[in-house]
């Protein structure tokens, strides 16, 4: 009778164990399940989060789901000798806040998601080793952002290496989201860019992923100026892209002209379940995201119809 429990007990303990531990890097649609009941666009975000006090603001503030920020490598105060992975956006080459200080501090709540934008492949290198020494701790969403390839308007501006940032994303986080977009324009987008992305850069993104045997989940970071412009094209992006539960990231800088109307439709046609809305609350205000029926009985069923689909689409990928 004792040797009996003596040998069971271990058996237990490490199954409770091994029960208890949470997933590293959960899908965001799980994480928030509760809260946003299938509908993505719900989940909120924190955008260019790249010092102390908006990293504080942002994690007081309790309606903030995802956490977004760059990183590139510079100096924080006092240390202008040697360059580490801080979170700035260029040309700034200084922050306060470092990139092991904004892990420490995001995954210590363990409440909000985080999207890492690197801004370089150097950035991405040197932020490894940090992200390693965390990565039990990353039971949060965890999305791995890097613009990997030329887009729109992306002039001079050299993309993220793209092989490096995904064979080194890939053999160190298989459990997260990459986040894989292209180059577009830096800074304000006025009404004159009225372009979008092309079938070209489409096609390379999937080529790029295929060739790098990607096979963990992806969103495609897209710009809402040059999104909401064609929507066939981001729809056959969805729709060829074989990944796991793969989905849209829209984003938009500050001051860009976005077309609500179009985007509200971009939004709606792509799917509420497949697309992160990440723009400013003053295009966020604008949006119009329900269903177009009016009856609480059509858009009741409309639900079933989605939850139907993405059921049925879901059995089809996996
Ligand atoms: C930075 O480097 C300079 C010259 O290499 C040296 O004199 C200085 O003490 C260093 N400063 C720090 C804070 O390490
Ligand atoms: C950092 O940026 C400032 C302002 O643009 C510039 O003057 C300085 O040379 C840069 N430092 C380094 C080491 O690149
Ligand atoms: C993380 O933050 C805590 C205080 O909030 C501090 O004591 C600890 O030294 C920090 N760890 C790292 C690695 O920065
Ligand atoms: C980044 O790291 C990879 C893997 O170690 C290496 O092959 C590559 O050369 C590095 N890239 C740069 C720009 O340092
Ligand atoms: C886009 O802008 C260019 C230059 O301003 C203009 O010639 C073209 O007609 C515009 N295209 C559309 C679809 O609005
Ligand atoms: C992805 O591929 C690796 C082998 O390259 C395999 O171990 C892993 O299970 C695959 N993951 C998924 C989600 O299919
Ligand atoms: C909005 O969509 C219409 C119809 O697809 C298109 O003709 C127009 O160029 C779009 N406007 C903008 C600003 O993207
Ligand atoms: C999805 O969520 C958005 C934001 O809360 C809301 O405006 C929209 O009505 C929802 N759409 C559906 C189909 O549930």
New binding site residues.
């Given amino acids: 009778m004792a040797m009996a429990f003596s040998s069971v007990l271990p058996v237990f303990l490490i199954a409770s164990i091994t029960c208890t531990m949470a997933a590293l890097s959960p899908d965001p649609r799980d994480f928030f399940a509760d809260k946003i009941k299938g509908n993505i666009t719900k989940i909120t975000w924190a955008h260019a989060v790249n010092s102390k006090k908006e990293l504080a603001d942002a994690l007081a503030d309790d309606k903030i789901m995802m956490i977004e920020a760059d990183i590139s490598l510079g100096f924080v105060p006092g240390n202008s000798n040697v360059t580490v992975p801080i979170m700035a956006h260029p040309p700034a080459n200084e922050s306060d806040l470092s990139l092991a200080d904004f892990l420490n501090a995001t995954l210590k709540k363990s409440t909000r998601g985080i999207k890492l934008d690197f801004k370089t492949i150097e950035a991405f290198n040197a932020s490894l080793p940090i992200l390693k020494s965390n990565r039990e701790k990353m039971v949060v969403p965890v999305m791995l952002n890097a613009d990997i390839l030329p887009g729109p308007f992306s002039g001079d501006d050299k993309p993220v290496d793209a092989d490096q940032f995904l064979q080194g994303a890939k053999q160190n986080f298989p459990e997260c989201i990459l986040s894989v977009g292209w180059k577009t324009q830096y800074g304000v987008m006025s009404e004159?860019y009225?372009?979008s992305y092309t079938k070209e850069q489409i096609q390379n993104m999937l080529e790029t992923l295929a060739k790098n045997k990607i096979n963990q989940t992806v969103t495609y970071p897209v710009r809402a100026a040059l999104a909401a412009?064609d929507i066939t094209i981001m729809t056959e992006l969805i729709k060829n892209t074989k990944n796991y539960r793969s989905t849209l990231t829209v984003w938009s800088a500050v001051g860009d002209f976005v077309d609500r109307k179009n985007l509200s439709t971009f939004i709606k046609t792509v799917g509420v379940d497949k697309t992160y809305v990440d723009v400013p609350d003053i295009v966020w205000k604008d949006l119009n995201l329900g269903s177009s029926a009016t009856s609480n009985l059509a858009s009741a069923t409309l639900m079933i119809f989605s939850v139907i689909i993405s059921t049925f689409g879901l059995s089809n990928l996996a």
């Fill in positions: 004159r009225n372009g412009s």
